[in-house]
């Protein structure tokens, strides 16, 4: 009978030792599971800032790629006005200057003729005064 006392003693023992064992098992468990719970919940606050961040990010330099686009189509449409007011201002001055060289090739071609037609009249008169003092050969030369 003694020994079914120690035995149920150590069983009532063992049996205490287990319930209280079990709950602070339960309460780690317990603790272990809102840890978790809180880490899970950090992590998914962490990715979501994290998304939210890459989104700002994403959208900040889509705008500044924007703004370098439009600036560089405002240079390139200024250096394009720039260069065609260059090329009419170039091609204007070169006409300019055709026509005043076409001016001068001309008045120099006049005075030409002129000098040769005063220089014709010279020999006609020359040739016609030597017909009249009697030179035969002019004539024929003239009327050739």
């Known amino acids: 009978m003694e020994t079914i006392y120690f035995l149920s003693g150590v069983g009532a023992v063992l049996l205490i030792l287990s319930v209280v064992f079990m709950s602070g098992l339960a309460k780690r468990v317990s603790k272990l599971e809102s840890s978790l719970t809180d880490h899970e919940y950090s992590i998914e606050n962490s990715i979501e800032d994290a998304f939210r961040e890459i989104s700002s990010r994403d959208i900040q330099t889509n705008q500044r790629l924007d703004r370098e686009i439009d600036r560089t189509d405002k240079m390139c449409n200024e250096l394009h006005r720039d260069l ?49 003092d009697g030179c035969e050969p002019t004539k024929k030369i003239l009327k050739g």
């Open 84 to 132: 065609n007011k260059n090329i009419e201002s170039a091609h204007q001055d070169l006409s300019k200057r055709a026509d005043d060289i076409d001016r001068t090739i001309s008045n120099e071609i006049n005075e030409i003729y002129s000098t040769i037609d005063s220089r014709v009249d010279k020999l006609e008169a020359k040739l016609t005064s030597v017909d009249k």
